[in-house]
């Protein structure tokens, strides 16, 4: 009897200490779910912020406050804009800057020729801000266009609930992360402040760029303008975007030979290079002080760039 007592007073501390882990859980869980910001409109919110002031802030974040743009391109403030970028140009700017001077005292370490470097840093100057905006602007975009069927079907379930469309909008950036719910976000809040509904579609497109938006804003407005069944148009668009997006994956997965070949083109004489000055470091020695030396060496890399450029664009297709 009383090794079952103690038995059963073991099973006992043990049920308590799993309540015990499940109510900290369901209390952390519960604190986490009521203060999670889903995206940075909300986030910004959070901070006691008026709805004005957030617009201000977002808009001032894309590079949308042209009082305030250092640069007057046009082409690359489009590009800053639809990248999402949210860090001040200076600092991102000087982030780049630094990278790229970083990269040629490595190269003049290395035994790169000073009148060879010089004129290549303001070069990279250039390309690794534009670059980097490049990257961004794609990555948003894939996220963008995974996320645009879904917000349509919230858009069109609103619609069925009796909602008009600036609500429905409104709905996507509440319930919706990042990206398209702070975008839609901005949609609904200059809505709020004056701007017709189809003026902020367009501003929208202007922001991001996306090639699937078009559809939706053609949409809207035709609606607005000449009325219709939104809710049908909304349904139809959403299953062809998910559709075309289907397509594109499959293309992409055919093509991949091509791209995988500008790859192993590429890693192939790194490879082969390193390789050969871990099994013999002294191999190269008599030539990296040969100016010649470098020249040929970049020559080799552009050649190497433009061959990779030409089997990516044989193996990029545009819808």
Not at 89 to 117: C, N, Q, Y
Not at 188 to 207: I, K, P
Not at 276 to 305: C, K, Q, R
């Amino acid at each position: 009897m009383l090794g079952g007592g103690l038995y059963l007073f073991y099973a006992l501390i043990g049920l308590c200490a799993v309540m015990i882990a499940e109510a900290i859980y369901l209390l952390y869980a519960g604190r986490s779910d009521r203060r999670a910001a889903i995206n940075r409109r909300m986030k910004l919110q959070e901070k006691k912020l008026s709805q004005e002031q957030v617009l201000i802030q977002l808009r001032k974040e894309r590079g949308l406050d042209r009082r305030g743009s250092l640069f007057s391109l046009e082409r690359f403030r489009k590009l800053r804009t639809q990248s999402g970028l949210v860090m001040p140009l200076p600092k991102f700017l000087s982030m780049t800057s630094g990278a790229a001077l970083a990269l040629v005292l490595a190269g003049v370490w290395k035994g790169v020729p000073l009148s060879l470097a010089a004129p290549v840093l303001p070069v990279l100057c250039l390309a690794f801000p534009i670059i980097a905006l490049r990257h961004l602007k794609k990555r948003r975009h894939k996220q963008f266009g995974i996320q645009l069927p879904e917000a349509l079907e919230l858009i069109t379930r609103s619609l069925k609930a009796g909602h008009p469309v600036p609500v429905a909008i409104a709905m996507v950036a509440r319930e919706m992360p990042d990206p398209i719910g702070t975008e839609f976000g901005v949609v609904a809040d200059e809505v709020t402040y004056g701007s017709d509904l189809v003026s902020a579609l367009h501003s929208l497109f202007e922001r991001v760029g996306h090639e699937d938006l078009p559809l939706f804003v053609t949409a809207v407005s035709i609606q607005h303008s000449s009325g219709g069944n939104l809710r049908e148009i909304l349904d139809g668009l959403s299953t062809v975007i998910r559709e075309r997006g289907k397509l594109k994956r499959k293309v992409r997965a055919i093509s991949t030979e091509g791209r995988m070949s500008a790859y192993i083109l590429t890693a192939v004489p790194i490879l082969l290079m390193t390789a050969i000055m871990v099994m013999m470091p002294h191999f190269y020695n008599n030539v990296w002080d040969e100016p010649m030396t470098w020249y040929l060496l970049g020559g080799s890399f552009a050649w190497l760039m433009l061959g990779n450029f030409m089997l990516f664009k044989m193996s990029t297709f545009k819808f």
